[in-house]
């Protein structure tokens, strides 16, 4: 048996937000299975933000996607044809098969999620990189002791909503920081944070400012720009910065307007003795995933952590779908439907 496969390669490097013009949408027929390869019905495609430094070419710590090839990304398929004797057909299995509705692969790399996984695309966040991310940096570069003052930004996200979620569960006092009211109000009332502060408001570094009458401990940095602007003078005397990601910079074609901060920043770091780390999850910590799989699970169970999915319908507006995610205008862990399950 062959099969179509819808695919989004990338046509050129955007320069600024990717927009439909920088992919080609490519419909091709993939040959029939050799020995040992199993052709996968892509069901959830996630979508996140380090993808964005990807589709550049500019140098990282990881090899930029080359024009023509299909778009990176993890995902959640099914088997639909097994010629490999360590997967049956309909067996749900974690992949890293991209921005396609079918793919062919020799069985490498693959995560069995058995055959009727109660949350299959929690794998994509809450279980996966994202939730790993928030648990590693958090917890190895964070290190939170009970009592101190934890600020964490895009706090509704996958990574932001889990950070603040395990501060608690630590016995810190939690401030998160989020686009708008909506999300604010979530971030308290349904993830249990002490307070949330809307980004967009006129005085945000002063509310920040009133909501740590006690400083900051520990700022997780995921998102860069004005936040941390307006927490860097909060920071206290051995404060820790664990950095996962500055998603506000990644559609910038240069530098900010403005003095050179640069200055500044090396003195807070020096006079108040700051740890600030970045760490890339698998890299770093892939040795780890067990340890982290084990709490979340039990987590999960206990309902001490919560989890908010942003599910998108259609292949078609998987675009559109990471513009809105880069920009903030997801509200949980941004998933794309691909197809039915089988």
Known sequence: MSATSRQLTLASRPHGAPTDENFDLKTVELPSLKDGEVLLRTIYLSL??????????????????????????????????????KFSEG????????????????????????KKPTNPSYALGIMGMPGFTAYMGLLDIGAPK?????????????????????????GCKVVGVAGGSEKCTHAVEKLGFDACIDHKAKDFAEQLEKACDQGIDVYYENVGGKVFDAVLPLLNTSARVPICGLVSQYNSTSLPEGPDRMGMLMGQLLTKRIKMQG????????????????????????????????????????????NDMICGKNFGKTVVKINSPL
């Open 48 to 85: 996140d933000p380090y993808m964005r430094g990807r589709m550049s070419d500019a140098k990282s710590y990881a090899d930029p996607v080359n024009v023509g090839d299909v778009m990176v990304g993890a995902t959640v398929c099914q088997v639909e044809e097994s010629k490999n004797d």
């Open 279 to 322: 760490f890339i999850i698998f890299d770093d910590y892939g040795h780890r995933y067990d340890e982290f799989a084990q709490d979340m699970q039990k987590w999960l169970k206990e309902g001490k952590v919560q989890y908010r999915e942003h599910l998108v319908d259609g292949f078609e507006k998987t675009i559109s779908a990471f």
């Open 146 to 170: 009970e009592g101190e003052t934890v600020v964490v930004a895009a706090a509704t996200g996958p990574v932001g909503a889990t950070v603040g979620q395990i501060a608690k569960l630590k």
């Open 91 to 114: 067996e749900w299995v974690l992949a890293y098969t991209g921005w396609q509705t079918y793919a062919i692969s020799n069985g490498e790399g693959l995560m069995s999620l058995g």
